[in-house]
């Protein structure tokens, strides 16, 4: 297949998809309860390990994604279709988790748990997704890992944080962020930047430690 | 070559290939030349693969069944529609709430029903509202006296009462009285506010005999409260 070929169908898939979402958009503002469950299906995955990412705690984060869902329900009329249904989830996912630490905060409850958020399914789950020939010390090193880089997200700022995660976990584009978040493309890239070094420094202390 | 401060600040930007043609060669030539922006590139770099690599967290329950289970308790129909719909329309999470709050409600009519045979009923209390007081008086009338003041001048009186000989019996008690001046002159009430009210009676009849110059506001005749304290006062002839 020719590059321009690829090119070609690619467009067509991607106005597919607009034209799927803004029909399931559409659906559900008519009330449809199905359209809406298949609209969370869609994305309950996204929200939910963006929102595990930003807060650092699994059940948090179960919270806060059926809270989102429940917001995207009751303001759903007021999408205007100006950015995708995505980035428009993303925005709500990323101010409630800003709300809902702040309200820690407050409250002196502030508390990050990457290492005990890994129950034993999640990781059961995390060796699932893993290389079939991975040995139990690769799966062991790779867990580390795991634990390593959201502990290390951790003590970023929230700001930074999300960021950070919607650039290289969520793979939007610098203005895409900027959307998100309602802020200008250069000071998401100005954070990036600064969010990219405080993680190398924060993974390489780690690495020197051990 | 470019600094070595000013080749980490575009580090980011190098990654993400926002760099021109030239800015990027020259972040790059420096990248190879020094080793110490070399190492910094390469744990950067390490550092966003990792977090691009980690593997995505999911949920262990599904959200849109919690979710769905929250939008139908918020958009379901409230009142005897709740109550009178069919079973087997009925979500398993609310049936059970509705037996224990049932039992409650049960338990309640009977205590209150028990309690109300074993003791006497309170006697009904009777409520009146404030239009039972009936319309307030005119100020100035015998109902709604005035009190002295800049406006209102004083009555004086014309037949005092013969109170000499009472004032005599009376002995070394005080009495607070309030006589109400009528519009007319005559005493509308007489009212005994401290002081023995046996010894005062007499007294107090006496005083409802007087008759006043009525008291005055803005010239017409109005009712009036006076206040008096009367007490015997023995007056001797100097010794010479």
Same mark, same amino acid.
């Given at each position: 297949?020719?590059?321009g070929?690829?090119?070609?169908?690619?467009?067509?898939?991607l106005?597919?998809?607009?034209?799927?979402e803004?029909g399931?958009?559409?659906?559900c503002?008519?009330?449809?309860?199905?359209?809406f469950?298949?609209?969370?299906a869609?994305?309950?995955?996204?929200?939910?390990?963006?929102?595990a990412?930003l807060?650092?705690?699994?059940e948090?984060?179960r919270d806060?994604?059926?809270?989102?869902f429940?917001q995207?329900?009751?303001?759903?009329?007021?999408?205007?279709g100006?950015?995708?249904?995505?980035?428009?989830?993303?925005r709500i996912?990323?101010?409630?988790c800003?709300n809902?630490?702040?309200?820690?905060?407050?409250r002196r409850?502030?508390?990050s748990?990457?290492i005990?958020?890994?129950?034993?399914?999640?990781?059961?789950?995390?060796?699932e997704?893993?290389?079939r020939a991975?040995?139990p010390?690769?799966?062991?090193?790779?867990?580390e890992?795991a634990?390593?880089?959201?502990s290390?997200l951790?003590?970023?700022?929230?700001?930074?944080r999300a960021v950070?995660?919607?650039?290289?976990?969520?793979?939007l584009?610098?203005?895409?962020?900027a959307?998100?978040?309602?802020?200008?493309?250069?000071?998401?890239k100005?954070?990036?930047?600064?969010?990219r070094?405080?993680?190398?420094?924060?993974l390489?202390?780690?690495?020197?430690?051990? | 070559?470019?600094?070595?401060?000013?080749?980490?600040r575009?580090?980011s930007?190098y990654?993400?290939?926002n760099?021109?043609?030239?800015p990027a =060669?020259?972040?790059? +030539?420096? @990248?190879?030349?020094? $080793?110490a922006c070399g /190492? &910094?590139?390469?744990s950067l770099? %390490?550092?966003?693969a990792?977090?691009?690599?980690a593997?995505?967290?999911?949920?262990?329950?599904l959200i849109?069944?919690r979710?769905g289970?929250r939008?139908?308790?918020?958009? =379901?129909s409230a009142? +005897?529609? @709740?109550?009178?719909r $069919?079973t087997?329309? /009925? &979500?398993?999470l609310?049936?059970p %709430?509705?037996i224990p709050?049932?039992?409650?409600?049960?338990?309640?009519l009977?205590l209150?029903?028990?309690?109300?045979?074993d003791?006497d009923?309170?006697?009904?209390?009777?409520?009146r509202g404030?239009?039972s007081?009936?319309?307030?008086?005119?100020?100035?009338?015998?109902?709604?006296p005035?009190?002295l003041?800049?406006?209102?001048?004083?009555?004086?009186?014309r037949?005092?009462a013969p109170i000499?000989d009472?004032l005599a019996?009376l002995g070394?008690?005080?009495?607070?009285?309030?006589t109400?001046?009528?519009?007319?002159?005559?005493v509308?009430?007489v009212?005994?506010?401290g002081?023995?009210?046996l010894?005062?009676?007499?007294l107090?009849?006496?005083?409802?005999?007087e008759?006043f110059?009525?008291g005055r506001?803005h010239?017409?005749?109005?009712?009036v409260?006076?206040?008096?304290l009367?007490?015997r006062?023995?007056?001797?002839?100097?010794?010479t």
């Amino acid at each position: 297949m020719a590059a321009g070929e690829f090119a070609l169908r690619s467009a067509e898939a991607l106005a597919g998809g607009a034209s799927l979402e803004h029909g399931l958009v559409e659906q559900c503002r008519r009330g449809d309860a199905q359209a809406f469950a298949r609209l969370v299906a869609l994305h309950e995955g996204m929200v939910f390990n963006l929102a595990a990412r930003l807060l650092g705690d699994p059940e948090e984060a179960r919270d806060a994604a059926q809270e989102v869902f429940l917001q995207v329900y009751r303001t759903l009329g007021r999408f205007e279709g100006r950015s995708t249904l995505k980035t428009w989830i993303y925005r709500i996912v990323v101010n409630h988790c800003r709300n809902r630490q702040r309200w820690w905060r407050r409250r002196r409850k502030d508390r990050s748990c990457p290492i005990d958020a890994l129950t034993p399914a999640d990781e059961a789950r995390l060796a699932e997704h893993g290389p079939r020939a991975e040995g139990p010390e690769e799966r062991l090193e790779r867990r580390e890992r795991a634990r390593a880089v959201q502990s290390a997200l951790l003590q970023l700022s929230f700001e930074h944080r999300a960021v950070l995660l919607l650039r290289e976990v969520e793979g939007l584009s610098c203005e895409e962020i900027a959307g998100t978040l309602s802020i200008a493309e250069g000071t998401v890239k100005s954070r990036l930047s600064r969010a990219r070094d405080a993680l190398r420094g924060s993974l390489a202390g780690r690495q020197e430690l051990q | 070559m470019i600094a070595c401060m000013r080749a980490r600040r575009q580090l980011s930007a190098y990654m993400d290939g926002n760099l021109e043609a030239r800015p990027a =060669r020259r972040v790059a +030539l420096h @990248l190879d030349a020094c $080793p110490a922006c070399g /190492a &910094r590139w390469r744990s950067l770099r %390490s550092a966003v693969a990792m977090l691009a690599e980690a593997p995505r967290l999911e949920c262990r329950d599904l959200i849109s069944t919690r979710v769905g289970d929250r939008l139908e308790v918020e958009t =379901r129909s409230a009142g +005897l529609a @709740l109550i009178l719909r $069919p079973t087997w329309k /009925a &979500r398993p999470l609310i049936f059970p %709430s509705l037996i224990p709050a049932a039992a409650v409600l049960v338990v309640v009519l009977g205590l209150a029903f028990v309690l109300d045979r074993d003791h006497d009923p309170l006697p009904a209390v009777v409520t009146r509202g404030a239009e039972s007081w009936g319309p307030t008086a005119a100020s100035g009338t015998e109902s709604n006296p005035l009190f002295l003041s800049a406006e209102v001048s004083a009555p004086r009186v014309r037949t005092a009462a013969p109170i000499n000989d009472l004032l005599a019996a009376l002995g070394e008690e005080s009495l607070f009285v309030e006589t109400v001046v009528a519009r007319d002159g005559s005493v509308s009430t007489v009212t005994l506010l401290g002081g023995d009210s046996l010894q005062a009676g007499p007294l107090l009849e006496a005083l409802r005999h007087e008759r006043f110059e009525p008291g005055r506001r803005h010239g017409r005749p109005v009712a009036v409260s006076l206040y008096r304290l009367i007490s015997r006062t023995d007056v001797h002839a100097p010794v010479t």
